[in-house]
């Protein structure tokens, strides 16, 4: 028999948050619109070679003209709060000026959602970076930090009242290491010396928004998104268990310690010795300063060994389950990394939000018009298991989004990759619930 979507007792109360997420590049498409300046994703969209089967950004679920829609399947579907993210290239010109035309789009939006009882949370930077910039230098340029502290500003001015919580950056890692480090994603830049640098100015960024976020709209929470990663070893050999140390350091504390202890961990310098920024005195303090809450994005496990030397290398496992990302589903892995981050931070961990969590599969509606998405449900259940067991643990948890709202364009992997409650038809832009989300709405519907 199929599994049902039944999240325990603990995450049912009035005080638990259930969301879902989006972020404007993957779902808005419109992306020369109403003066939308280029962004790094569109600049990527267009090289080819480097977005599977050449997809690109430009209509994605047309969200720009369908978000009335939208949010009315929000409101259908029950959800308590939406996490959408602004594209910076919309509202903002290249001397910093407003642009109206976006500015409104985004309290048309969320305007509508206030009307429909949904929760209002906006990512500021879900990695849309203006073209212009990355041709400064993007991140590796000190001064995009001051940039996007002006954006913050500006976003912060124009939509205070209309926000619940305000997010500054999503996922710092994945702009430092994919985008510089490696160059799976946008910009695209390959080398390891970059990623150190490119980190810094994205926390410093964070830190030179929150006090105009604060100034301009005191009623809204703010905080940072950052994804973590579990890293663990199969082999008890000290090297190995040192790797996977250090897995969780390049993917966590990295992040993590200068938010929250306002340094970086020392055990960075084993892994890039050679790429330190420039840190200037009071930017530790800058970045540290505190946040209402903490927004954790959690995924997959990863099995490492060491290299030999100061590092670890990826070692899948065999016979594990995986998603369509060959992601490793470990549900058990979020609530030790919450448990740990608990016993890392005491009290300096602010209240925690999972702003994302989901999985794809290959999703097709059958002929009955449904979408069957049994492993998601299974997938969400367990991760539902392992986060009121944290929660049993004494770590503050008081919301759930779940990523995501509905298929859209997963970055470097195009449409290929489904992530969504909600079934996207490219070629209609039809939308059809997928099981998980009629039973999400079941489950939200019989809350007390
Ligand atoms: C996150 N990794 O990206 C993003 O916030 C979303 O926009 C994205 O659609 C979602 O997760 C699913 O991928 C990540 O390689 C991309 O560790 C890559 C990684 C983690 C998160």
């Not at 973590?228 to 050999?237: E, F, K, L, N, Q």
């Not at 970055?411 to 039809?430: C, I, M, S």
């Amino acid at each position: 028999s199929s599994p049902r979507l039944s999240p325990p007792a603990a995450l049912a109360g009035p005080d638990f948050l259930w969301g879902v997420a989006t972020a404007s590049f993957q779902i808005e498409g419109a992306w020369a619109t109403d003066g939308r300046l280029p962004c790094i994703w569109g600049t990527f969209c267009n090289t080819p070679g480097k977005i599977l089967n050449g997809d690109t950004g430009e209509f994605a679920c047309d969200h720009y003209h369908r978000y009335a829609q939208d949010v009315d399947l929000m409101a259908e579907l029950g959800v308590d709060a939406y996490r959408l993210s602004t594209a910076w290239g919309r509202v903002m010109d290249e001397q910093g000026k407003p642009n109206h035309k976006g500015l409104d789009f985004y309290k048309r939006l969320l305007d509508r959602l206030q009307e429909k009882g949904i929760q209002r949370w906006v990512t500021l930077y879900h990695w849309d970076l203006p073209q212009y910039l990355e041709d400064r230098g993007g991140w590796l340029n000190r001064d995009t930090a001051y940039r996007f502290a002006e954006y913050a500003d500006l976003m912060s001015r124009e939509l205070a009242g209309r926000v619940d919580g305000w997010m500054t950056l999503n996922e710092p890692w994945c702009s430092a290491f994919l985008g510089y480090g490696n160059g799976h994603h946008a910009p695209g830049k390959a080398n390891i010396a970059y990623v150190r640098p490119a980190m810094h100015h994205l926390l410093l960024g964070h830190g030179l928004a929150l006090p105009a976020l604060k100034a301009n709209d005191p009623g809204a929470k703010r905080g940072i998104v950052a994804n973590v990663g579990r890293g663990t070893s199969d082999s008890a050999a000290p090297e190995d268990q040192d790797a996977a140390m250090l897995y969780e350091v390049q993917h966590n504390n990295w992040v993590l310690d200068p938010l929250l202890k306002g340094h970086y961990p020392k055990a960075l310098e084993r892994l890039w010795p050679e790429s330190r920024p420039l840190v200037l005195e009071g930017d530790m303090a800058t970045i540290s300063q505190p946040m209402d809450f903490l927004g954790i994005n959690y995924y997959f496990r990863t099995n490492v060994r060491s290299d030999g030397k100061d590092g670890f290398v990826d070692t899948p496992l065999a016979d594990v389950e995986r998603t369509q990302m060959g992601w490793e589903v470990h549900p058990q892995g979020l609530q030790d990394l919450l448990v740990g981050f608990k016993a890392q931070y005491g009290d300096k961990l602010p209240p925690i939000y999972i702003t994302e969590n989901g999985m794809a599969s290959d999703d097709a509606v059958g002929a009955d018009g449904q979408v069957h998405d049994t492993q998601r449900i299974s997938f969400l259940n367990r991760h539902f298991e392992a986060l009121a067991g944290a929660k049993a643990k004494g770590v503050d948890i008081r919301g759930y989004f779940c990523w995501s709202l509905m298929d859209n364009f997963e970055w470097a992997f195009g449409y290929e990759r489904r992530f969504g409650l909600v079934h996207v038809d490219y070629e209609t832009q039809k939308r059809t619930p997928k099981d998980s989300a009629l039973q999400l709405k079941e489950f939200l519907a019989a809350r007390g």
